[in-house]
């Protein structure tokens, strides 16, 4: 079992930056890939960003590469998402997830979830 913690969450100007963290509760850790999944109301949760166990590997949705980038500290079990020049359709309920195996775009392929942490962004 692991339990998943997001915090960093807020309300930022358009062009701002914030800064997500994971904490994860299992000292298993470094067995799980990590994603960051977000939602807007009335929308389908979509694939942010993902990293592989290590670290060595991490993926993007088109929507967000170049701005954001996802890391990891497993001696800390967290991982991070630093997220720069926000735009207002940034705008969701973040969450962080953990798998076993390799990083996936699809949020069905998690096995654990945080709560979610709101991120807003104003024009």
């Known amino acids: 079992q692991v339990q998943l913690v997001e915090s960093g969450g807020g309300l930022v100007q358009a062009g701002g930056s914030l800064r997500l963290s994971c904490a994860a509760s299992a000292r298993t850790f470094r067995n799980y890939a990590m994603g960051w999944f977000r939602q807007a109301p009335g929308k389908e949760r979509e694939f942010v960003a993902g990293i592989s166990w290590s670290g060595t590997n991490a993926y993007y949705g088109d929507i967000v590469k170049g701005r954001f980038t996802i890391s990891r500290d497993n001696a800390k079990n967290t991982v991070y998402m630093q997220m720069n020049s926000l735009k207002p359709e940034d705008t969701a309920v973040y969450y962080c997830?953990?798998?076993?195996?390799?990083?996936?775009?699809?949020?069905?392929?998690?096995?654990?979830w945080g709560q979610g942490t709101q991120v807003t962004v104003s024009s």
């Open positions: 997830a953990a798998r076993s195996g390799a990083p996936a775009g699809d949020p069905l392929n998690y096995d654990y």
